[in-house]
């Protein structure tokens, strides 16, 4: 484990991103980052910022962006599962703004919610984030204020947890999945917030990106395994990978470890949900990527091939060791709430200013102007109570409900029993009703909502609190 410093902390970036990954205040944050440096702690520099980057092929002008450090996505930050992060947050948007850290289990103040676990971070200024990451997986961060436009304007990363025991794989690859709604001058649609999208399917892209970038063929030199880490960054779009011309293996979702099986039908992926995959890369045919979660827009995400065949004995990969987590525990004495989700064009209950409701409540901010302000929490527990919760979308649309500082299990209506991963955002489909038992460990107020980002600011928001 090596010290951080300036070279180790450029070499994570790798050379492209050299430049970009200095902080404007150099001395200064490079003192800062030398104080922070320890063998169980990494330190990074995060700058949002408005940029230019080329998106569309070359004939094409790049297009104007808000991006971390000018890159998209941001740096892939990179730790061991147990150390301590130290994100030196510095913003450098025309507007106030935050970093969620989606699915770490971290303290609530480290939450990064503007109204309800921190204050905004105002133009010009700092924050400083520090927590440990418990748990290995693949997680990711993004603001939490005014998030359709922050994150529909480029302002996403991933986050990879390591465990000191990793599966053995030849790479281990990350793609951070997103779209853009881009217009026929190669620029964002500035159309954010309106009503058209709140009330529907939400601000679903036309441009989708693997790893910010266009680029849908991956050569490998050799036949090879690798770890692929997918993570579902976009706005609205929901994914239903299907793969043809090989087997991929599902081993975590939501960074939690799942059976190892391979999969079968389409694997769906909703905003802010994460999948682990073992692929043996062919060099027959190409292993295709296909997108046919919107039947009738379905398209070719991407086409992986190896250029050499290589003999080597593959065994089925290795399960996962499991995160150092409590799992939900159902018993008699559980307590149950229900959240009922309504709302949606023509629904009765929706108007202009909040066109959804979770428990009967629209919550389309987090604070007020005065910054306090917030819901009642829809449901209280203790530190490691297992609470069951009867989730049901009265609406006509999906809505990938997320929960701060908590993990769930799905509950299985036959037998009453937990099944599946553990996770962090649940898709509900229209008219659909799932229990889930959920359990926390972390104090504080918590933020629930829908994961497609203009359902969020049209209501469909809510807290719970941890006590
Ligand atoms: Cu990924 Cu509240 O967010
Ligand atoms: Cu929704």
Redesign the pocket.
Known sequence: MQPMNRRSLLKIGGSAALSTLLPVHKTQADQTMEKFSSSSSRAYALKAQPTKIQIGPESAPPTALWAFNSQLPGPALRIKKGNALHVIFENHLPEPSSI?W??VRVPNAMDG?PGLTQKAVSPGEQFHYKFRCPDAGTF?Y?P?YN?SEQLGRGLIGALVVEDDQPVEVDQDLTWTLSDLRINREGQITNNFGNLRDAAHAGRIGNVVLINGSIKSEFTFPTEQRIRLRLIAASNARVFGLRFLGGKPWLIALDGHPTPVTTIQEDLVLA??QRADLIIDIPATDALRVEDHFYARSAYELARLKAEQPVVIAREVPATLRRNPINPPVLTSSTRTVNMLIEGGAHSPVASANAVWRLSGQSMTVHADQQGARHQAPSFRIRPGETIRINLHNQTSWLHPM?F?GAIFQVINSQTDSVMGALRD?LLLGPGEKTSIALCADELGIW?I?C?ILEH?STGLMGVFEVS
């Open positions: 969620h989606h699915g919610v990711w993004h939490h998030s905003p802010g997320h701060h955002t933020m909502h994961h969020q």
